[in-house]
């Protein structure tokens, strides 16, 4: 049973940095591709960034990879997203997710961490 969870999340003023962490359980050799996710409240899920398992690209969502930094360690089966001067709208539950080979999506979420941005 895959399992992820976040931590890292907290409150922070505008301009500062936040480094979020998901450790990642029961993950199979099927491991295609790691993500995170937002959400604002009253908002829609919004793609932050994802890389490959196996190396290769990073992807990242509009205007954020100026700010934000996703990297992987194998060793600690463990995916990290750095943010650096964040922003009073960066302010959401960020979620990590797994999504394996062949599957058209995410199909394991952790429960979210929540970061809050103050002005």
């Known amino acids: 049973q895959v399992q992820l969870i976040e931590s890292g999340g907290g409150l922070v003023q505008a301009g500062g940095s936040l480094r979020l962490s998901c450790e990642i359980s029961g993950r199979t050799a099927s491991t295609y591709s790691l993500g995170w996710f937002r959400q604002a409240p009253g908002k829609v899920r919004e793609f932050v960034s994802a890389l490959l398992w196996n190396g290769g690209n990073e992807y990242y969502g509009d205007r954020m990879s100026d700010r934000f930094a996703i990297y992987l360690d194998k060793s600690r089966n463990s995916v990290y997203l750095q943010m650096n001067r964040l922003k009073p709208e960066d302010t959401a539950i960020y979620y990590c997710?797994?999504?394996?080979?062949?599957?058209?999506?995410?199909?394991?979420w952790g429960r979210g961490t929540q970061v809050t941005v103050s002005s």
């Open positions: 997710a797994l999504q394996e080979e062949g599957k058209a999506s995410y199909e394991y």
